[in-house]
Every structure is written in C-alpha cells, then in structure tokens.
C-alpha cells in the first residue's frame, strides 16, 4: 500500500513537471532569454553569429535572421527577428500514419541572396507542357513552392500558398516543384478522382511516372490552381535549390533571387512571402 502510494506520488509529481515543461515550450523566450541563447552561440564573442557558429533550426533560419544578407546575423538582427510560431500540420484522420523523415534527403545550402535563381526545365504534372523558370521570372516574379504530399505541415501551409495565389497571381507567378518523398510510407486518406475516400501509402518515387503520378494526387487532393511541376530521378532541381523537406523561394524578374527562404518546414514562411507581395501592389 504504502509503495502504491510513492509510486502514485512520483507518478503525480512527474505529470506536474511535463505540464510546467509544455506551458514553458509554449511561451515565447523573453528578450533576455534571446540574449542570452545569442550569447551562449557566438563562439569567438565577435558579436556576430556565423553559419559555423550554429545548427538546426537556428541554421535553417539563417537567412531569414540575416536581414541585410551580409552573411551574418548581429545581436540587434537576432533580438528584432519575429519569435516563429508552431508548425501547423494537417490534422491526422483515422488510419493515416506518419512515417519517419528521409533525412538523407537534405542537401547542403547553396542559394544566397542577389545571386542568379538556378534555371530548370521541368515537365507539368497535369500536361505534356515543359515550364522553364527563366521563362516565368522574365514576365513577372516568382514564388517557388517546393514539397510533396507526404509532408504533413506542408499539406495544411501549403494552403496559405493557395490564397496568396489567388490574391497576387497577377503580380508574381507561383510554381510548385514536386520532390522527393519527406515521409516516404505514410499513409494518407485521400479523396479518389470517382469522389470517394480511401487511404494510400505514398512510397518513395525512385521513378518519374510515380512522382508524376504524386504530384497529380497532390494537387488534386489539396485543391492546388497554381501549376505543378516535376523533379526529375536526378533530382537536380532539389539539390540545386534545397528544397527538401519544403521551401519557399522568391525570385525577382532580373532572375536574381530575393528571398532564399530555408528548409521546411519552420523554413516554409508563408506570412513573409506575403509582406512581399503586399509591396507589389504598394509600388503599382
């Protein structure tokens, strides 16, 4: 009885210490927290970060940090930069199954703004068309989106993507670039092209007629107007632009790249690419 009872008392105080620790998680650092995190971080005490100097989430928000892109991030750019919210992911239906990330996936970091986008030509997902990014960047600005379906953030920001395209479609042209798989063999409840539902498992696509084939169901099922195209088998385009897990790039219509983003998926910021685009419609 009396061992019942500890044990029902370390049980309690346990429980008390993982609630203190998610309310903790949930609010933001104070500004001398960041301070601190921004100190503990510059290595060499030389009142900058480098890329050498970080990891993680700090280095796949690099860019973003390093708001005048001298390679860089002060302390005054660390304590000015937006504290980033959760990564909001789809809600999971019954029978669906998260599988683990293809970490391997990754490639190093290449982009860097004011340097020319690197051009592809892809081929659309729902037509024999060919789209060249050089193409589209001459016309007007363009958001590149990369992903795929089994990226469950991806599945609910991307419908931001969506919205924004529907608003500024005139002033900037949007291109989704499916990749390679971020949670091969998960399984997704999708809606099939006859209306009903039933749940599929999205293998990794070691092939171009099945990412072909994802890249249909992906925007089939998520309601995507703007236009799809695919990565190759050789994956260039991905490496090319670090797209893996998901990515949003802007591109401006000297082809030069204006804002690299990061990886995926606290990377994918949505609300950034619209302060741009609402600069658009300001200088119209």
Known sequence: MLRQQITHGLLAIWISFQIVEIASAQNAPSAKQRLQTFKSLDKNADGF????????????????????????????????????????????????????AALEERRPEKLKVGEVAPDFTLPHANSPDRVSLSELWRKKPVVLVFGSISCSPFRKQVEDVEKLYGQYRDKANFLMVYIREAHPDSVILVKTEKGDESLQKFVQTDDAKLRDEHARTCQRILNLSFPTVVDQVDNKVNAAYSGWPIRLVIIGTDGKIID?????????????????????????
């Open 49 to 100: 970060l480098h890329k050498s100097e970080v990891s993680g989430r700090m280095l796949e928000r690099f860019s973003q940090l390093d708001a005048n892109a001298d390679g860089k991030v002060s302390q005054d750019e660390a304590l000015a930069a937006p504290v980033r919210p959760g990564v909001r992911a789809a809600p999971r239906k019954p029978g669906e199954v998260v599988a683990p």
């Open 260 to 284: 690299p983003g990061a990886p995926g998926p606290r990377g994918f910021d949505t609300g950034k690419v619209a302060r741009w685009l609402e600069t658009l419609v300001v200088e119209k």
